[in-house]
């Protein structure tokens, strides 16, 4: 049977273009922060929805 998760546990695999300058940055968080691309990617998208709201 399979597993039951919450909405907030699935992932997605999605395909998309970055630019290089992006991939790099990308690159660079991962090394400093130790955290992998998607959390990268989901810590930007949470930064832009807090910064969206205060305007």
Same mark, same amino acid.
């Given at each position: 049977? @399979?597993?039951?998760?919450?909405?907030?546990?699935?992932?997605?695999?999605?395909?998309?273009?970055?630019? @290089?300058? *992006?991939?790099? *940055?990308?690159?660079?968080?991962? %090394?400093?922060?130790?955290?992998?691309?998607?959390?990268?990617?989901?810590?930007?998208? %949470?930064?832009? %929805?807090?910064?969206?709201?205060?305007?």
């Amino acid at each position: 049977m @399979p597993k039951l998760m919450k909405m907030s546990e699935v992932r997605v695999a999605k395909s998309f273009r970055i630019s @290089p300058k *992006t991939l790099e *940055t990308i690159e660079s968080l991962k %090394e400093k922060e130790g955290v992998s691309q998607a959390k990268i990617i989901d810590m930007a998208i %949470e930064l832009l %929805e807090k910064r969206i709201m205060k305007s």
